[in-house]
């Protein structure tokens, strides 16, 4: 099945990859907000311009697609946009990722290289499980959230919607990573962290918490 990428940054980049090692898909452009990479190439791929060409790619029978933003809520943000255009929305997983199939994932999934999604993991739409990170048995990952590179979440950890899981962060069992925090790289969580705080240190501690985003 043909795929556009919406998003030509890093991100896009790594996504084109994880979709040329999986098979399943045949990338056939990017879609980016950013006008003056229309037309350009991207790892041997055309932009094919801003988000106002997929009505015209869905007349090409375009059924397919996938948000390759790293940014949260602008990726669930696009998403939808994309839903409502009429596109289906595909996951991107690595053949080096481990996936138990007992896990349950939902659309527009990204699953990098040698990561790790145990037994009855769930994931909801527009998660991104970066390079390399574990995600334990029974754990909940709600829309949208990043669970970064080297990122290890112990068993039964609900991370909330939106929610940043720093660079090689390490969170113990059972925990409650709130909507929309941020736990800083290389933090040791062993406390419940709330919605929207900021979160650094070894044992990480609320540095901030801040208002909620509107996402449209």
Same mark, same amino acid.
């Given at each position: 099945?043909?795929?556009?990428?919406?998003?030509?940054?890093?991100?896009?980049?790594? &996504?084109?990859?994880?979709?040329?090692?999986?098979? &399943?898909?045949?990338?056939?452009?990017?879609?980016?907000? @950013?006008?003056?990479?229309?037309?350009?190439?991207?790892?041997?791929?055309?932009?094919?311009?801003? +988000?106002?060409?997929?009505?015209?790619?869905?007349?090409?029978?375009?059924?397919?697609?996938?948000?390759?933003?790293?940014?949260?809520?602008?990726?669930?943000?696009?998403?939808?946009?994309?839903?409502?255009?009429?596109?289906?929305?595909?996951?991107a997983i690595h053949p080096s990722a481990s996936i138990s199939p007992t896990a349950v994932l939902g659309t527009n999934i990204v699953i990098a290289a040698q990561a790790v999604v145990a037994t009855e993991a769930r994931l909801h739409?527009?998660?991104?499980?970066?390079?390399?990170?574990?995600? @334990?048995?029974?754990?909940?990952? @709600?829309?949208?959230?990043?669970?970064?590179?080297?990122?290890?979440?112990?068993?039964? %950890?609900?991370?909330?919607?939106?929610?940043?899981?720093?660079?090689?962060?390490? %969170?113990?069992?059972?925990?409650?990573?709130?909507?929309?925090?941020?736990?800083?790289?290389?933090? +040791?969580?062993?406390? @419940?962290?709330?919605?929207?705080?900021?979160?650094?240190? %070894?044992?990480?501690?609320?540095?901030? %918490?801040?208002?909620?985003?509107?996402?449209?």
């Amino acid at each position: 099945m043909d795929v556009v990428i919406i998003g030509a940054g890093g991100h896009g980049k790594v &996504v084109l990859d994880i979709l040329r090692a999986q098979g &399943v898909y045949k990338p056939i452009g990017f879609v980016d907000a @950013d006008t003056a990479l229309a037309g350009t190439q991207v790892c041997g791929l055309t932009v094919i311009g801003p +988000a106002n060409v997929l009505p015209k790619l869905r007349q090409q029978k375009i059924k397919a697609a996938v948000v390759a933003i790293g940014d949260n809520r602008p990726r669930v943000h696009y998403a939808r946009l994309v839903r409502e255009a009429g596109f289906e929305l595909v996951n991107a997983i690595h053949p080096s990722a481990s996936i138990s199939p007992t896990a349950v994932l939902g659309t527009n999934i990204v699953i990098a290289a040698q990561a790790v999604v145990a037994t009855e993991a769930r994931l909801h739409d527009s998660v991104l499980i970066n390079t390399g990170a574990i995600v @334990d048995h029974e754990c909940v990952i @709600d829309e949208g959230a990043h669970i970064c590179p080297g990122v290890c979440l112990a068993g039964r %950890v609900h991370v909330g919607a939106c929610a940043f899981v720093g660079l090689g962060a390490n %969170v113990i069992q059972c925990l409650s990573i709130g909507q929309g925090a941020a736990i800083g790289a290389g933090a +040791a969580v062993i406390h @419940d962290i709330p919605d929207y705080a900021t979160a650094v240190g %070894v044992p990480a501690r609320v540095i901030k %918490v801040t208002e909620p985003a509107f996402v449209a």
